[in-house]
């Protein structure tokens, strides 16, 4: 079955260092990726995705996302992190572009220190 | 343009009830799909619409059950309602499918 896994339950930075989220998947095929921020009481934002091509995407707040094929992974980062970013991070694989069915994984909290 | 909205954002209901939810998407989008999201399951999709018809549909009891009007707005209905049921629900919209999917804040549905 289809799956997707954040190693990193609880992650805690300093402002201003860089940031690495983990993300692996088990699929047959190569999935459409996407990484989703939520904030307390939000709902998910957007903050990148993979469909094809070059597999180092940029997003939105000065994260990227580099999928590797041959590890399965599709890992966040950020050069330097902002206060502003601590929030929930959800690492999410869609099967087909032709449904909204997305798989997610358990996500990862960020905390980020002063 | 206007997000996603969904309605009611809170919600308290007592075991054995039922409740509806609704979403409405963005202008334009004719995918509506719903999530539950829970501190021990996390977010698992529970059906989705397209064009008023449901395309896809997760792993959850009969109880859970939705529907698509012809604008684009979406309900879904959970009968005999259990306190395992007390979650965050979450729908996002998308034109087609996957690409530039949007979420809405979500209804917090608390069961007691």
């Known amino acids: 079955a289809q799956s997707v896994t954040q190693p990193d339950i609880h992650i805690t930075v300093s402002e201003g260092a860089s940031l690495e989220l983990r993300c692996n998947y088990s699929y047959g095929a190569t999935p459409y990726l996407f990484w989703y921020v939520q904030s307390p009481g939000q709902g998910l934002q957007l903050l990148l995705k993979?469909?094809?091509?070059?597999?180092l995407v940029q997003g939105i707040k000065g994260f990227e996302a580099e999928f590797k094929r041959s590890q399965s992974s599709f890992n966040l980062r950020k050069p330097s992190v902002h206060w502003s970013d601590a929030a929930e991070y959800f690492c999410a694989v869609g099967l087909s572009s032709n449904t909204g069915k997305l798989i997610f994984g358990q996500g990862t909290t960020l905390q980020v220190k002063p | 343009k206007a997000g996603v909205t969904q309605t009611p954002r809170y919600l308290i209901k007592t075991r054995g009830q039922q409740v509806t939810l609704s979403c409405s998407p963005i202008?334009?989008?004719?995918?509506v799909s719903w999530y539950q999201q829970t501190p021990g399951q996390g977010l698992q999709f529970l059906f989705e619409?397209?064009?008023?018809?449901?395309?896809n549909k997760g792993n959850f009891p009969g109880r859970f059950s939705g529907r698509q009007f012809s604008n684009s707005r979406s309900e879904m209905n959970v009968s005999t309602l259990e306190l395992g049921d007390s979650a965050l629900y979450l729908c996002?919209?998308?034109?087609?499918?996957?690409?530039?999917?949007?979420f809405g804040p979500g209804t917090r549905l608390t069961v007691t």
């Open positions: 993979y469909f094809s091509g070059d597999t």
């Open positions: 202008s334009g989008h004719r995918s």
């Open positions: 619409y397209f064009s008023e018809t449901q395309r």
């Open positions: 996002a919209s998308s034109f087609e499918g996957l690409r530039e999917q949007y």
